[in-house]
């Protein structure tokens, strides 16, 4: 089993910046892949971003080259680093974690919100 706790969510204005964490425990040989995904109410949830233990990354189009991944593999702790906010970038952002690049994994944080006004 993979603990994921998330923290750094809140309120910022458009053209704002955020930077997310989280930090896994347990069974850190199963977070090969950590990333980022992020669902608003009615919809399904979304790929932001994922990076895998040796570095590759896979970012989702609408957030290319405003939101940056990375992860610090000695805290086991991923980041998002997140750049020139848009309100549509609202949403509760989950942190993902496990041992397959492309499928879901199966670990997820509890969520942080993530509010861009206009």
């Known amino acids: 089993q993979v603990q994921l706790v998330e923290s750094g969510g809140g309120l910022v204005q458009a053209g704002g910046s955020l930077r997310l964490s989280c930090a896994a425990s347990?069974?850190?040989?199963?977070?090969?892949?950590m990333g980022w995904y992020r669902q608003v109410p009615g919809k399904q949830r979304e790929l932001v971003a994922i990076?895998?233990?040796?570095?590759?990354?896979n970012y989702a189009d609408s957030v290319k080259g405003r939101f940056t991944i990375s992860r610090d593999n000695a805290k086991n702790t991923v980041y998002l680093q997140m750049n020139s906010l848009k309100p549509e970038d609202t949403a509760v952002y989950y942190c993902?974690?496990?041992?397959?690049?492309?499928?879901?994994?199966?670990?997820w944080g509890q969520g942080t919100q993530v509010t861009v006004s206009s």
């Open positions: 347990g069974s850190i040989y199963s977070t090969n892949v």
């Open positions: 993902n974690a496990g041992l397959r690049w492309g499928p879901i994994n199966p670990y």
């Open positions: 990076m895998s233990r040796g570095g590759s990354t």
